[in-house]
């Protein structure tokens, strides 16, 4: 038996035990943003992987789904694992109708890999453009990778740093299907939410129909406070961005929880306490059905939807 890998140093594991959340989810909410870590034992990590995290495998997720009152669950393939989607699709095979998946593959993934993936209940493929957590793949394999999945009428989820949109949006438009961005592309929250930088990023979004996930302010508020220690007011300076978005494009945002919340280095949120974060970001009803129920369902469950 292979030993397994040691956690990174200073890796910080989710929260064990949630609290119950203030605010009640309504009813069909979706998770839209979330990952499985193997188990190890189980779903081994890629060789080439540039962190190794804590098991976080799909019964931790679905114990976390039914203890904050979620419907469903968007899982999205953790970049740990690479272009293996093993555990990925032991989870949608666990949870059935109850979870979609966001897969990663390579530009040599066969006509018959991405069916087997189809079936399994993945809609979408990520691009992910932080170096820190992979290595880029080139334009050409991207567009490549793009154009097979446009023919599932798959979308692609785009997880890069908003300041340097100006070098990627020409690549991002040139892709033939629709685009899921995640994180609001981690703005600076530092800067004004009226500033060049976060009013390029709407525009960009509002000229390609983009969705866009109000998801992760712990891992872009820079002043807090956290959502821990029961604190229900949390990440105040995330919070204008994200009423920015929703109000922009109330039918295009999705929110998810990004459990099990990997290489976060400061602090590790109460999942409970990110829920109640929601009424802040979300501030009418309307507002939040629409996030958190309407909008998931007709990209991921569009027959539920009609």
Not at 176 to 199: C, N, Q, Y
Not at 284 to 302: D, F, G, I, M, Q
Request: aromatic fraction near 8%; glycine fraction near 6%.
């Amino acid at each position: 038996m292979t030993a397994l890998a040691p956690k990174s140093p200073h890796w910080l594991d989710w929260c064990p035990q949630p609290s119950a959340p203030a605010f009640t989810l309504p009813p069909g909410t979706v998770d839209a943003h979330c990952h499985v870590f193997g188990p190890q034992a189980a779903f081994p990590f890629a060789p080439e992987r540039k962190y190794t995290p804590c098991d976080a495998g799909k019964e931790d997720l679905f114990a976390l789904r039914d203890h904050l009152g979620v419907s469903r669950n968007v899982i999205v393939q953790a970049t740990c694992h690479g272009a293996d989607n093993s555990a990925l699709v032991d989870a949608l095979h666990t949870a059935g109708d109850r979870a979609r998946g966001v897969a990663t593959v390579r530009p040599d993934v066969t006509e018959t890999e991405l069916r087997a993936l189809h079936e399994a209940g993945v809609r979408g493929v990520r691009f992910t453009f932080l170096r820190r957590l992979v290595e880029t793949g080139s334009m050409a394999g991207l567009s490549t990778i793009a154009a097979k999945v446009a023919e599932l009428g798959w979308h692609v989820v785009l997880y890069f740093d908003g300041a340097e949109l100006p070098e990627l949006e020409t690549f991002f438009a040139s892709l033939p299907t629709p685009l899921v961005i995640d994180h609001m592309a981690r703005p600076d929250v530092g800067k004004p939410v009226e500033g060049p930088e976060f009013s390029r990023f709407l525009r960009f979004c509002a000229r390609q129909d983009a969705w866009v996930k109000v998801s992760c302010p712990e891992r872009l508020s820079r002043t807090g406070p956290p959502a821990t220690e029961g604190r229900r007011r949390a990440y105040t300076d995330v919070v204008p961005f994200a009423r920015r978005v929703v109000a922009e494009f109330p039918d295009r945002v999705l929110w998810g929880t990004d459990w099990p919340h990997p290489n976060l280095t400061d602090h590790m949120p109460d999942d409970g306490l990110l829920v109640d974060h929601l009424p802040h970001v979300a501030p009418t009803a309307e507002a939040r059905h629409k996030l958190l129920v309407a909008n998931p369902t007709r990209l991921y469950w569009p027959d539920a939807h009609r």
